[in-house]
């Protein structure tokens, strides 16, 4: 499976691309497998969103635009930011930069997180720290089950991405938190602007609602590269304090406005849970225990991933990123086979033959588990903490179709 240098692609060859189904299976059967669950999940969500109606519809597109902007802004408008490669997939667009599951991940994610929330009947100032939160729950197991398994590779050395919590940077975390949050505000109080005495996600005129999606696409991700500038940036890049304070300390803001709105009278959901939703609820089921189930059965180490990655370049090369506050940061301008710091890929299963200098179609290969147990115990308390949270925002935070069908008995004074 070989491939020109992205920029000698012919141009519908660049746009997209198609790859042998049974050599990629054969390379990696536990990165098809998570692109069908992804697949199987846009497609569930836009099937709810279409079934709910009013807005729902228009935030699954706007959740499908921004991760597309998101996830491809820093290739091509700041390459020196760039710092993550997808393994090669069936489909795959943009010289072999998106994969077609990677565009429904984030309806797979924030339509989901969103949904949930819209359940709790939170105050306004809480619904996009909550969103932000549920992302990060949804993602944490695809984060680090599937580096693992070398569904796609993270730069060496770049400093942004250097502190990792099992080979996931942690403002892989901090990201999905701050871009999902910001999204989910953008949207909110943009339609307010334009229909002010409509219902939150009841739908408003076209007009109103496509200058919704326009401005919540164009400003959620900016607002949450914002939202980097006063914790991150300052306490990482002038304090050199390590990137899993920073998360945690956005994760307590995010935190104490979310038990703030929990703690808040509010009515429960007067919605019943439907078919629709059921469906949405076993999707979720899948997500968690499709990475359960690889860490428990499946072996990295077999994993082959043939395709884009870091270009290879001399050792001794730097580029530079500058910050917020005007810091100059270094990173090593190109991949060094023979010094770099990815425990979970090497070059085994070609015969340690590293790629020259130049490659950026190469192959890599997962590595065996240190500790498979460990895994096991993390997914699983993962799946445990996942499970009484949505358990309880769907069970226990919507009113039963029997409490809707009969009124609530007044009580009597003695």
Known sequence: MGQLPAANLPWSQWLVATNDFKTLWEAQPTYIISQTVYIFAGLVTLAHAFNKGGRWPYFWLVTVLHGIYADNFWHFALPEYDNFWHSQTPIIFLGGRLPLHIILLYPAFIYHAAYAVSK????RYAEPFAVGLLTVLIDIPYDIVAVKFVHWTWHDTD?????????????SYYFHATFASSLYFFFIVSRSWFAPKVAQWDAASKKAEWQSVIIATLLGMPGGVLMFVPIYHPLHDILKIHSEVTFFMLFAIFGMFIISGLLSEREKSK???????YLMILQLVIHYMTYWVFVMFFDPEREVSVGLHEPVGPCNEVASLVTPFGQTLYKRKYFCPEKYDEGYFDFHCVGNKKPPNGAEWYTICGTPFENRAEYVVVLTSILILASGVFYNIYFNSSASKTSQAAPAKKLKKK
């Open 120 to 123: 709790l009947n939170l105050p």
């Open 159 to 171: 400093p942004n991405i250097f502190d990792r919590h099992y080979w996931v940077p942690w403002n």
């Open 271 to 277: 919605e019943p849970l439907t078919g629709i939703d």
